[in-house]
């Protein structure tokens, strides 16, 4: 059986800036598994600007960002694999693949680092009324379809959801010379970053109806039009619906962690961020099993993705070189109030440095409030943020040696408005109902 040091299952940014990573940290035999006929993952098809601006200072195309790391991976000479499925990784990090040149294989590594991404909510998981017809695209599939493939998806759109990648096929659809009559979002604010809605709705003239869904999907062989209603209170208002005649529906309606193969292997997820249950060191449950990118969580910047990729990879070095941690000490992060969950889940305390970095994400929309960190219900850290929206992941670091020093079994962080008490009642906030 083949052998190698370290396994990265995924050629994306994440994988990418892992396996360089490692490479750095020392760690010679690594071998990179990618499905698709080229390095470079999802990057390749987005071909917008606003990629690199944190990571290399300055704005690049997703195709330019993801060639830095492929010409640094053959620099390297790192050992990728093309047009390769992982099958199967097991709990003892066996590795089981197949591709047109080796047939079915299966290696064992020392460590593996999974990184195989997001994938889009399909039709099926929003429920609308109608039957099956011809025009109803995931957002990131007519993406594809446009900048890779050539083809136009429609004349005449109307998008469900207000993602990043919903709002970013408004402008493309827009510039191809289709009619995006409408951006429908279920919620009180859109879900991706305000850049977005100013850059692809706003200087486009392309309406964004919050608080608002779609009834009704019409068309028998190619959608020819969908029923829009104002929502309140989670229930479709009588009377308000308005119909629009498209021919294409895409849905940006949120992203999910890809870890079939992370399940599969033993890998506990949290039903928050529906990617792997992590340490401090990004490893899951499984030792020698580590997890960056989109599959361990969403982000909304590929920058945020390479900076924890960068950090598996130096985690899956020292692991490999040797450096382990029983996690006596272990303190539990708890999601307080307003905040949807924290990565990473699990910290050992004995693992930290002077200061640890936390991400999370927010429930909804805040002004004037602050991110309150709480060591076994005592307040460590406050952090005034001036606003804060579900569709910007949030960094907050904190002193770690109270966490090592006091014995700490649990650590919390939740909003709270500006000035309220340091009791453990906490205030309402007011959400945002305008658009951000």
Known sequence: ????????????????????????????????????????????????????????????????????????????????????????????????????????????????????????????????????????????????????????????????????????????????????????????????LNRNVVQCLDDFGIPLLINHTITEIQGRERVDGVVVAEVKDGAVVPGTETRFDCDTLLLSVGLIPENELSVAAGVKLDEASRGPVLNESLETNIAGIFACGNVAHVHDLVDFVTAESRKAGQCAAAYLNGLRFSGQNLVRTVPGNGVQYIVPQLVRAENVGEKLTFLLRVKQPYTDAELVVKADGVIQERVKKKRLLPGIMEKITVDAAALANRNVASLSIEVRKVGSSDTNKIDHLHCLSARV
Do not use: W
């Open 1 to 192: 059986m083949l052998t190698y040091d370290l396994v990265v299952v995924g050629g994306g940014p994440a994988g990418m800036a892992a396996a360089i990573e490692a490479a750095k940290n020392g760690i010679e035999k690594i071998l990179v598994l990618e499905r698709e006929p080229e390095l470079g993952g999802i990057l390749q098809q987005c071909i917008h600007t606003g990629f690199g601006i944190h990571i290399f200072t300055e704005e690049l195309s997703g195709p330019e960002y993801a060639q830095r790391f492929i010409d640094e991976i053959e620099t390297r000479k790192i050992e990728y694999k093309l047009n390769t499925t992982v099958l199967s990784v097991s709990p003892e990090k066996q590795v089981c693949f197949v591709n047109p040149t080796d047939g079915c294989l299966t290696l064992q590594a020392r460590a593996v680092i999974l990184a195989m991404g997001c994938r889009e909510r399909p039709a099926g998981c929003i429920g609308v009324a109608g039957t099956r017809p011809a025009g109803v695209f995931t957002a990131g599939t007519a993406q594809r379809y446009i900048n890779r493939e050539g083809y136009l998806v429609g004349k005449k759109a109307v998008i469900l959801g207000s993602g990043d990648i919903g709002l970013i096929m408004a402008r493309r659809m827009t510039l191809e010379g289709a009619k995006v009559l409408a951006v429908v979002e279920l919620q009180p604010f859109p879900g991706g």
